[in-house]
């Protein structure tokens, strides 16, 4: 079974920075897509929201728009790792961030942006952004 281990999160202030590492172990393939996907307080995992994946094949990647031009989502290859670098962080970024990972496309992703194309997920790390 692939598991998935987040760290980085903290308590930080509007226009802020932080970096989210996802770290991969177990049972895994190359051509997965890996995700991030954000769940805010008093929510459930029906309400979790992807905002950015990549492709472990090609090293492409989507965002959703309310993260683009803020979030980063990149990969180490090597150290099975990967990370989630967001700027700008804003108030309504507060979430439990969780890794994810997909045998599904990220055209299949971008598609149906949802949490139950994924079939592992990390225990999450929370995000908390201050004004």
């Known amino acids: 079974q692939v598991q998935l281990v987040e760290s980085g999160g903290g308590l930080v202030q509007t226009g802020d920075s932080l970096r989210l590492s996802c770290a991969l172990s177990?049972?895994?393939?190359?051509?997965?897509?890996v995700a991030w996907f954000r769940q805010s307080p008093g929510k459930d995992r029906e309400d979790r929201a992807l905002?950015?994946?990549?492709?472990?094949?090609?090293?492409?990647?989507y965002y959703v728009d309310s993260v683009k031009g803020r979030f980063t989502i990149s990969i180490d290859v090597a150290n099975y790792t990967v990370y989630l670098q967001m700027d700008s962080l804003k108030p309504e970024d507060t979430a439990v961030y969780y890794c994810a990972e997909s045998v599904a496309d990220l055209r299949a992703i971008a598609r149906a942006p949802t949490w139950k194309l994924f079939r592992s997920w990390g225990q999450g790390t929370q995000v908390t952004v201050s004004s």
């Open positions: 905002t950015a994946a990549i492709s472990r094949a090609t090293g492409e990647a």
């Open positions: 177990g049972r895994t393939f190359s051509r997965t897509s």
